[in-house]
């Protein structure tokens, strides 16, 4: 894997999990697989060797706008492997990498213990929680299953949700501004936000997804940016505020950053500039996917012709007209091409109503 420099990297855990999400992508695609459980440490040369050659990369990046090689934990269920983290982690800080780490977690198996550990170790842990009605689309409410105090006692907490026929945006945001004013009152700072769409790999058993309200979930994110474009989070002593008007600039700074190139599939870069690794050394062209592209001993160049086989998007029909690519970016590869028509439809609703707010709110809309 020599000369080409990786941003970050997915350490997969495996597929072992203790919930049952409806909609879990990885059901068909992960599930059949037996992954390694035993850490080859070769896999730590090689991660160091990556950070390492991340670095020299940004040599010439002002020091302000540097940035760290980010080590993600992901399953399945990561803390099933909680040994296994910290293994891992405890042997690259031996070596004096320099390096972020983030899990993400249901946080079913979260106890003090382990919130200590990853505090001390700077670890941001990313929730999987649905909002209000996270427990009619996991079977669960972490809030409810796990000690809150405990929750909140994480000094890097970030919230995961993903949009589906029981959650929209309005359910969720409401329960994250909930979830926020009590963490901020413990931190005094904001919890981290992501709102992703349902993604149907073909194995998904979310029945109901023909049922989902396109209309209202299109109609919540135009008048989300509207109210953000009326000035009506500009007081910034709310931390709720603070937390919409973050989670709004970053919308509004990726169709800034993409709006002069075209789309590729698949993107998250997931494979081009993060790789998705398990414990022994193999190599995945996505974190939810179970078949291997590679090893860490082959070539850059078979590594890349490897990814882009198993990219299942790259014979969809471009991008270029669809008004929701400044934000949607191509798409998940994940998604087979037969469900590309309702994978789009989901996109324009939720992309669709910030970019039509966008219009509406300036003047050159071209």
């Excluded at 020091?63 to 803390?79: C, Q, S």
């Excluded at 910290?86 to 320099?98: A, F, T, Y």
Aim: proline content about 2%; overall charge negative; charged content about 25%.
């Amino acid at each position: 894997m020599l000369g080409y420099s990786f941003e970050s990297v997915y350490l997969m855990l495996g597929s072992d999990c203790n919930a049952n999400c409806s909609y879990c992508l990885q059901k068909g695609n992960t599930k059949k697989q037996k992954f390694p459980d035993k850490l080859n440490y070769k896999v730590i040369d090689f991660i160091e060797l990556m950070a390492s050659r991340y670095y020299e990369s940004q040599e010439n990046t002002p020091v302000n706008n540097r940035k760290y090689f980010w080590v993600t934990y992901f399953g399945g269920e990561p803390l099933l492997k909680f040994d296994l983290i910290k293994e891992v982690n405890e042997e690259l800080l031996k070596r004096g990498v320099i390096f972020r780490s983030s899990i993400i977690t249901n946080g079913l198996l979260l106890d003090e213990d382990k919130v200590n550990y990853f505090n001390k170790h700077n670890f941001v842990v990313a929730l999987s929680h649905d909002g209000l009605y996270s427990k009619k689309n996991r079977g669960y409410n972490v809030f409810e299953i796990v000690d809150s105090n405990v929750i909140m006692k994480i000094n890097r907490l970030a919230l995961n949700a993903v949009l589906t026929v029981n959650s929209y945006l309005d359910d969720i945001i409401e329960d994250y501004l909930n979830i926020n004013e009590k963490y901020s009152e413990v931190h005094n700072y904001n919890i981290e936000m992501n709102i992703e769409t349902f993604l149907d790999t073909g194995s998904c058993n979310q029945e109901k997804l023909d049922d989902f309200d396109y209309d209202k979930l299109y109609n919540q994110s135009y008048n989300l940016m509207m109210k953000y474009a009326k000035g009506n989070y500009n007081d910034k002593t709310l931390p709720s505020n603070n937390l919409i008007s973050k989670y709004i600039k970053e919308f509004i700074l990726k169709v800034k950053n993409n709006i002069n190139s075209t789309p590729e599939r698949g993107g998250c870069y997931c494979g081009r500039k993060v790789l998705n690794l398990d414990l022994d050394g193999n190599l995945y062209s996505c974190h939810n996917s179970s078949f291997p592209i590679s090893r860490i001993e082959d070539s850059i160049n078979d590594y890349f012709i490897n990814l882009g086989c198993a990219d299942r998007r790259v014979n969809v029909p471009p991008c270029e007209d669809c008004y929701v690519k400044f934000l949607c970016v191509g798409g998940c590869k994940m998604v087979p091409e037969e469900l590309d028509e309702k994978y789009c439809k989901m996109q324009r609703a939720f992309y669709g109503g910030f970019i039509k707010a966008l219009c509406d709110w300036g003047e050159n809309c071209d």
